[in-house]
């Protein structure tokens, strides 16, 4: 927490200094203080400016820094920056990119104006990007770079080795091994490279390594990657022949974007929302499940409107009617996070929903037993009469265990019928406990009504 701050309290002074230069309107200034620090940092600077200032100082950063901010920007930064850079500024920073992080910026501006910025790029980076750029964005293709180092397995060790001192440092970690056919054989780290008999060849030394596809979803992707521990994953076309890599720079980047994609879905956001968005835009994803909130509301409402009459001669039921429905809204987010998060590492499937339903009806049964015996005594010692007391207990219990089978069943059979479950999970479980929840106790009221007054 202490390192956490002290990052803040270095971030916000350096954007107080920047933003002083700023405010004389010495952008170059500005900029030849952030072309010192960290492309991260300058980043995060930039974000909190408003959007004249951050393109006036952006333009006057080095060409290469530009290239790697512009990476680090966040998705809503990074179309702003598309819309008011030129079609050559933009294809001189692809130009500096690597091929695949190159593919990602140009996938992001329409289809007519992808030509214009590649028509800057020299035709050989031009090549890499647009065979990129073929692949869904999603898709081990649209993650993958092509900039790695591979030999035929028949090769002399030493050959390699006299063959790797006249490269560059490849972004890739592990030097792979194919067959006659280009098909991927196994891989070597340089330091077993090095260890080896010069006079021997790649195949001896090859090891197995798991590959995916190059259409395979990106989700896949991370659970192979978590499955075997990996620090880099090749990725095959059809027949099995080494197209690419996916490096960890990459890999860490599709965890943390699908890690916020669950938890923005499970607030109600569609999409990933920076915390920079403009104001319109912010609202305008935000609405749509707002409204859906609203109309599930007004479904609950309708329940507590048939229970007028009760609510009227036995007012205290106002007071505990919201809390039997967020306890049990609450049970069923807590079912709901654990149930979503186990659908997309793979480990829930269809043929597990029996066993995890009398799992989960268990777990209802004790948490309603005992949040319903604290909230039957609150209650009895608030209002002071033991049948009211009983009459929360049982619609408390009955809750959680609804919360409970809901919280599974929903994220299940939304996956099922293609949907994302952490999109509407959470409001349709919430609108099947505050009706539950209203209904039993109120129903519970108005059948024992006489014992109440």
Not at 19 to 36: C, I, M, P, Y
Not at 130 to 146: H, Q, R, V
Not at 148 to 173: G, M, N, Q, T, W
Not at 407 to 417: R, S
């Amino acid at each position: 927490m202490r390192k956490a701050g002290a990052e803040i309290d270095r971030i916000e002074k350096l954007t107080d200094i920047v933003s002083h230069f700023v405010d004389n309107g010495e952008w170059r200034r500005a900029a030849t203080l952030l072309a010192q620090k960290h492309p991260e940092d300058v980043a995060r600077v930039l974000e909190k400016m408003g959007k004249e200032d951050r393109t006036k100082v952006f333009k006057f950063l080095p060409l290469e820094l530009q290239a790697e901010v512009l990476l680090c920007f966040d998705d809503d930064i990074i179309n702003e920056m598309l819309k008011v850079l030129s079609h050559k500024d933009l294809g001189e920073l692809v130009e500096e990119m690597d091929a695949d992080d190159a593919a990602d910026i140009v996938s992001e501006l329409p289809e007519d104006e992808r030509d214009k910025v590649l028509s800057y790029v020299p035709p050989e980076d031009r090549e890499d990007v647009e065979k990129l750029l073929e692949y869904p964005e999603n898709s081990a293709g649209g993650l993958m770079t092509t900039e790695y180092l591979a030999f035929p397995a028949d090769k002399r060790i030493s050959e390699v080795i006299d063959e790797l001192k006249k490269l560059e440092e490849p972004e890739s970690r592990l030097l792979y091994i194919l067959d006659k056919d280009g098909r991927l054989l196994g891989m070597t780290t340089y330091r077993n490279l090095l260890l080896s008999d010069p006079d021997s060849t790649l195949e001896g030394i090859a090891e197995e390594v798991p590959s995916v596809s190059v259409l395979a979803d990106q989700e896949d992707v991370i659970r192979a990657v978590e499955k075997y521990d990996l620090i880099e994953m090749p990725v095959v076309d059809e027949d099995g022949k080494l197209v690419g890599v996916i490096t960890l720079d990459d890999i860490i980047d599709v965890v943390e974007e699908e890690a916020s994609d669950d938890i923005y879905k499970l607030g109600g956001l569609g999409e990933v929302e920076s915390i920079f968005s403009h104001p319109v835009k912010s609202a305008r994803r935000r609405l749509p499940w707002l409204i859906m909130n609203l109309l599930t509301a007004f479904i609950a409402a309708s329940v507590v409107g048939l229970f007028k009459d009760t609510i009227s001669k036995i007012v205290y039921l106002a007071v505990f009617m919201p809390v039997v429905a967020g306890m049990g809204g609450n049970a069923g987010t807590q079912t709901i996070a654990m149930v979503v998060r186990s659908i997309a590492l793979g480990e829930v499937t269809f043929k597990d929903v029996k066993r995890l339903l009398f799992k989960e009806i268990v777990v209802g049964i004790l948490i309603g037993l005992a949040v319903g015996a604290v909230t039957s005594v609150v209650a009895y010692v608030w209002v002071g009469n033991p049948v009211f007391g009983l009459l929360v207990f049982i619609a408390m219990l009955g809750n959680m265990v609804v919360a409970c089978i809901m919280g599974l069943l929903i994220p299940i059979i939304l996956k099922f019928f293609g949907q994302d479950p952490a999109l509407a999970s959470g409001v349709i479980v919430t609108t099947f406990t505050d009706v539950t929840g209203y209904f039993l106790l109120l129903g519970l009221a108005t059948l024992s009504v006489k014992y109440l007054r």
